[in-house]
């Protein structure tokens, strides 16, 4: 402590020497002995006025400390809080204003469809893109494309599902995009199962499309589609599960094509319906639809064979958010910012059905086996991102005057899907 104060001491001396000698005029070099009476002088009032200001501190009963720039002893409080961050509920939270806005834009991802394109479609509103998800108890990291292809190096990673798991896989493309440009190494003839391939990683990312994730099949009169599926919820689509094998990482997600007439069989007996109108068959409901699709793909994953360390996330209903209509009858989406929570229905079907979701993934996770489960859960969110959607801003050439407020803008809020994602993988050890 004494040393301390004597280096302080010190160092005050020198300082007040040159602040003084700075005051006084410059002396003649050729007064040799004039020249040393007056530095000695200035030495002893230097010297003086030192003693006189830091004589309180050497007498203190609490002097002055030194410490170091960095405290060592805050090393428990990061370690606390980086256990706070895994432990915290990254689903719950508010949208909050972030003026930094998208890592990438439409023109610096190379990958970017027509269909989620909404700014060379239009869009002339920015502000969407500048807002972040602030879970209530930590933050959120925004996503780093470089710590992403880390953590999958070597794996396979493949979105299952409908045209929204397309379009989530599509905003996760164009953040890792960033990082390096991959290569387009597998295309099937309608585009609906895609293979992306980033050599620096050697990590493979894959879209796999199945409208119901179980066997559907549409019926058609006199060679023309009906819109009318018979749903096999007993039997799952084998067009993805024939490729679970080779997959490391699978995200899961449907529920829009259930919003049409359908008839659900098990077996070779039809159980019911789905919006068919038909007095002679039970209408289920879409729950009833929902809870039985996924209660089937799950358990098929549980019991695959050949999955190994396969990790499960199922993500939750993304919701639409058609306005004064429906998709085919004039709704549109054309607000610029987000919805308050106060305007938001949580406890609509939207919430219904990812309560169903969840809860199918608890059951799973019950049962025997090696499989890991979770849930990517952004319902909540995004029933207030009603401003995300393409709405008109869209390359519609197959759906002229429809608005699509089910598909969400690149760049856009569906971007804090993959920081949730990313957010999930580092936790992967915690999916049981």
Known sequence: MKSNSYLLFFLFQITMTKRIKSFLPPLPTFHKEKNIRRVGLLLLFSFTIAFIFLSPIFYSPNPIKITPKYDFNQSNHLTTHHKEEETCDLFTGRWV?????SSYTNWSCLTLPDSNNCAKFGRKDKDFVNWRWKPDGCDLPRFEPKSFL?????KKLAFIGDSVARNHMESLLCLLSQAEIPTDIYKDTLDRFRTWYFPSYDFTLMVLRSNFLVLGIQRVTNGISSGVFDLHADKIDVKWSEKLPEIDYAVISDAHWLFRTIYLHKGEKLIGCVFCNDPNITDLGLGFALRTIYRTALEHVNGCKGCGGLVTLVRTFSPAHFENGTWNDGG??????????????FRGNEGEFSKIQVEEVERVKRKQGKKRFGVLDITKAMLMRADGHPGSHWNNEWMKGFNDCVHWCLPGPIDMWNDLLLGMLKRESSLQ
């Open 150 to 154: 880390s953590i999958v190096r070597g």
């Open 332 to 345: 549109r989406c054309s607000r610029t910012s987000p919805l308050s929570s106060r305007e938001v229905n």
């Open 97 to 101: 204003p972030d003026p930094k806005g």
